[in-house]
């Protein structure tokens, strides 16, 4: 397995929204993005997470986890950033596990029922 095939824990940030409220705003449409039917069976194509940070004292970014390979985060990074519009950067990075347990677990999960199901393992 190459290193773009392997997959980890990738955080795509959305920069530049003045509050928390603007960037929480954000996390429906994207969810609608990454999973346009929310009652679908499991898995999901690529599991997914939110959180906030704190950029600076006067801007926040919304960081959308993902567990997936290097190609599917920088493809999911472009689907965001088309989303989001120009005006705010969205940029894409390797994220830490410990970080992001649940969706750790989430990719451990649904791995398996893709694997019971006979899908593609990632």
Request: charged content about 30%; aromatic content about 6%; overall charge negative.
């Amino acid at each position: 397995m190459s290193p773009q095939d392997e997959a980890g824990v990738y955080e795509i940030r959305i920069h530049g929204c003045p509050n928390t409220e603007e960037a929480l705003a954000l996390q429906a449409p994207i969810e609608r993005l990454l999973c346009p039917d929310p009652d679908h069976a499991p898995p999901c194509e690529v599991p997914w997470s939110f959180t906030l940070t704190g950029e600076e004292a006067d801007s926040t970014a919304l960081v959308l986890g993902v567990y997936t390979s290097r190609g599917q985060a920088a493809q999911v990074e472009e689907r965001v950033r088309t989303l989001v519009g120009e005006k705010r950067p969205v940029a894409v990075s390797e994220g830490e596990a410990e970080d992001w347990e649940e969706l750790v677990e989430q990719y451990r999960f649904e791995r398996g029922l893709r694997s019971e199901r006979g899908g593609p393992e990632q």
